[in-house]
T-cell receptor, first 107, second 115 residues
């Protein structure tokens, strides 16, 4: 099956800082989603981005499908951004998740 | 638009007991998924339904886990008997169709603790 690697595994930021999270995957994909899992366990859809670039407020994402990676950018981070960020990909069926990046934003 | 609903949100049981979780997907979504998320890991697919038929249950431990989706809407996931290693968050997701290229939406999850 498709392998998904996320980096870094942990990240600590001061409020207001910017960050880049990376997702590498081992095969071509038809679906790539970024999720934020909040401290209560809810998985929140951030982006559906099998290719190209999207922006939503302080967050943006870029997927370069031909090179098998995706980047999630967080600008001007806030304490509410804390949690785990997951990248998930699929070819033709099963969505496979990476192990996530745990982000802690301190005031 | 209402999201994916799950209940209960939390459940504590003793090993060898049975437990059931309920999921109501987003209205109109034909495909429903159950995932297991163990602490520190990403979610892992247990079973996928398309309407009321099973598309993929290859990672479902069928000796103790069962799931059904009657009438192609709500679904229940059951564990009988539970083991300590079943302690996890059980997530339900739905999408408007099957296939790898569709966006999935997740419910709040049920946190199961087996003692």
């Amino acid at each position: 099956g498709i392998q998904v690697e996320q980096s870094p595994p942990d990240l600590i930021l001061q409020e207001g800082a910017n960050s880049t999270l990376r997702c590498n995957f081992s095969d071509s994909v038809n679906n790539l989603q970024w999720f934020h899992q909040n401290p209560w366990g809810q998985l929140i859809n951030l982006f559906y981005i099998p290719s190209g670039t999207k922006q939503n407020g302080r967050l943006s994402a870029t997927t370069v499908a031909t090179e098998r990676y995706s980047l999630l950018y967080i600008s001007s981070s806030q304490t509410t951004d804390s949690g785990v960020y997951f990248c998930a990909v699929s070819g033709y069926s099963t969505l496979t998740f990476g192990k996530g990046t745990m982000l802690l934003v301190s005031p | 638009e209402a999201g994916v609903a799950q209940s209960p949100r939390y459940k504590i049981i003793e090993k060898r007991q049975s437990v059931a979780f309920w999921c109501n997907p987003i209205s109109g979504h034909a495909t429903l998924y159950w995932y297991q998320q163990i602490l520190g890991q990403g979610p892992k697919l247990l079973i996928q339904f398309q309407n009321n038929g099973v598309v993929d249950d290859s990672q479902l431990p069928k000796d103790r886990f069962s799931a059904e989706r009657l009438k192609g809407v709500d679904s229940t996931l059951k564990i009988q008997p539970a083991k300590l290693e079943d302690s996890a968050v059980y997530l339900c997701a739905s999408s408007h169709q099957s296939g790898g290229w569709v966006e999935q939406y997740f419910g709040p999850g049920t946190r199961l603790t087996v003692t």
